[in-house]
């Protein structure tokens, strides 16, 4: 059991498991927009943001990054696409799926973009309360 735990630290450890500024993007567990609001929060926070997803949420990752360029908000820096082993219990053996990272940067309107979209939330507010 012993092993099993070292190996799994030692994938954890040797990987760039977990980045602060990356997501993981699922076709199935969140709305779209739930991670293009997340994207913005990141770069807000880290300046840049990596986007990955495997398989049949590639489509959805490539949207999210389309949105955030086509609005002004970001700029490409990197791209890059892979295929990883999968372990597949049913079939025993490992299958592979595609794999994409996005690497998204800050435009140089990114903040005032960004002020601008909270202001028009607050005047909407303000209207809503009066």
């Known amino acids: 059991m012993e092993e099993i735990t070292d190996g799994v630290n030692a994938i954890n450890l040797a990987g760039e498991s977990h980045k602060k500024n990356r997501i993981q993007v699922s076709n199935t567990k969140k709305p779209l ?48 696409t892979s295929t990883v082993d999968i372990k597949d219990d049913s079939r025993g053996r490992p299958i592979q799926k595609a794999k994409i990272e996005i690497l998204l940067g800050k435009t140089e309107n990114f903040d005032e973009l960004m002020a601008a979209a909270a202001e028009e939330r607050d005047a909407g507010d303000v209207e809503e309360q009066s």
């Open 33 to 80: 927009f739930f991670y293009v609001n997340l994207a913005k929060r990141y770069m807000q926070q880290h300046n840049e943001v990596e986007l990955s997803a495997l398989g049949m949420a590639i489509a959805t990752v490539v949207t999210i990054a389309e949105i955030l360029k086509n609005n002004g908000l970001a700029v490409e820096k990197k791209i890059m």
